[in-house]
T-cell receptor, first 114, second 108 residues
Framework: GDSVTQMEGPVTLSEEACLTI???????????LFWYVQYPGEGLQLLLK?????DKGSNKGFEATYRKETTSFHLEKGSVQVSDSAVYFC?????????????FGKGTKLSVIP | NAGVTQTPKFRVLKTGQSMTLLCAQD?????MYWYRQDPGMGLRLIHY???????AKGEVPDGYNVSRLKKQNFLLGLESAAPSQTSVYFC???????FGPGTRLTVL
């Protein structure tokens, strides 16, 4: 079945440091890939997405590129802020007709210290 | 436009009690889902619905039932709560996938 593996946290960075959170997936066909962010006490919000190979999703300074050859979708940001402290989830949605349900990784908690 | 709302936000149950979690969406989405979130486990799909009057099992359906009598509502029921059902429950609808704020349930 489909699965998503992301790097385990927690990750602690100083403000303005570079961030990379690794995500790899297993799925048949050509899934769509997503990064969601969960701030403390809140639900999940879509951060960015990519729907086909070599697509780059970007939002709020975060980027991720859909790499089919390595089945990866790593999240990157060049300079993190304290306000980026949250839990980040990588997810995939299987291609083709269906229910649009998502398969999630286990999440990576990021803490950014001033 | 409220998006996805969940009721209640918090609940404490004793083992064996029953309860229903309500999810409502005002985006006219066809698809709705219930997930549970546990530490170190990410989100796991409990049940989902592809339209009014239809439901299907997800990854972890045991101990839960659902109903989708109206397009905008998706109910999650626990008939006999167990401590293993202590979790944060998220409802979502799509497309695009939008999550509710969550319900924190503790079963003693």
């Amino acid at each position: 079945g489909d699965s998503v593996t992301q790097m385990e946290g927690p990750v602690t960075l100083s403000e303005e440091a570079c961030l990379t959170i690794n995500c790899t997936y297993t799925a048949t066909g050509y899934p769509s890939l997503f990064w969601y962010v969960q701030y403390p006490g809140e639900g999940l919000q879509l951060l960015l997405k990519a729907t086909k190979a070599d697509d780059k999703g970007s939002n709020k300074g975060f980027e991720a590129t859909y790499r089919k050859e390595t089945t990866s979708f790593h999240l990157e940001k060049g300079s993190v802020q304290v306000s980026d402290s949250a839990v980040y989830f990588c997810a995939l949605r299987r291609s083709g007709a269906g229910s649009y349900q998502l398969t999630f990784g286990k999440g990576t908690k990021l803490s950014v210290i001033p | 436009n409220a998006g996805v709302t969940q009721t209640p936000k918090f609940r404490v149950l004793k083992t064996g009690q029953s309860m229903t979690l309500l999810c409502a969406q005002d985006m006219n989405h066809e698809y709705m889902y219930w997930y549970r979130q546990d530490p170190g486990m990410g989100l796991r799909l409990i049940h989902y619905s592809v339209g009014e009057g239809t439901t299907a099992k997800g990854e972890v359906p045991d101990g839960y039932n659902v109903s989708r009598l109206k397009k905008q509502n998706f109910l999650l029921g626990l008939e006999s709560a167990a401590p293993s059902q202590t979790s944060v429950y998220f409802c979502a609808s799509s497309y695009p996938t939008t999550f509710g704020p969550g319900t924190r349930l503790t079963v003693l």
